[in-house]
């Protein structure tokens, strides 16, 4: 139902900040949850950040709480991720992803933090971050 590309990634060095985006197809992007994910080297794809579909709501993982943040402009059907104070253990591909939720009261509030969660991905972008 949307096709999600991402875009921002490159090579940066440590204390650099970079601001993602991801871009969705269609006219409902308003009823979906967005989420980012990341996955780095022989490790498993892990949470990064989420945002309801009206921005009441978002969650960050530990990792990233106080450097990054998730933002959204429905107008634009684009979602968000702002990286700041960036170290090398961030390196990693970093996807975005929603969940169709609604457009009703309470699913202003939904957000999801589990990649199975989400049924549309993008294709990633890299970021690659020097020491």
């Known amino acids: 139902q949307v096709q999600l590309v991402e875009s921002g990634g490159g090579l940066v060095q440590a204390g650099d900040s970079l601001r993602l985006s991801c871009a969705a197809s269609?006219?409902?992007?308003?009823?979906?949850?967005m989420g980012w994910f990341r996955q780095a080297p022989g490790k498993e794809r892990e949470f990064v950040a989420a945002?309801?579909?009206?921005?009441?709501?978002?969650a960050y993982a530990n990792s990233v709480k106080g450097r990054f943040t998730i933002s959204r402009d429905n107008a634009k059907n684009t979602a968000y991720l702002q990286l700041n104070s960036l170290k090398p253990e961030d390196t990693a591909v970093y996807y975005c992803?929603?969940?169709?939720?609604?457009?009703?009261?309470?699913?202003?509030?939904?957000?999801?933090?589990?990649?199975?969660?989400?049924?549309?991905w993008g294709q990633g972008t890299l970021v690659t971050v020097s020491s």
């Open positions: 992803a929603a969940e169709f939720v609604g457009s009703t009261s309470n699913s202003g509030s939904y957000y999801y933090t589990v990649g199975d969660d989400y049924d549309h």
């Open positions: 269609g006219r409902t992007f308003s009823t979906y949850a």
């Open positions: 945002i309801s579909r009206n921005s009441f709501s978002t």
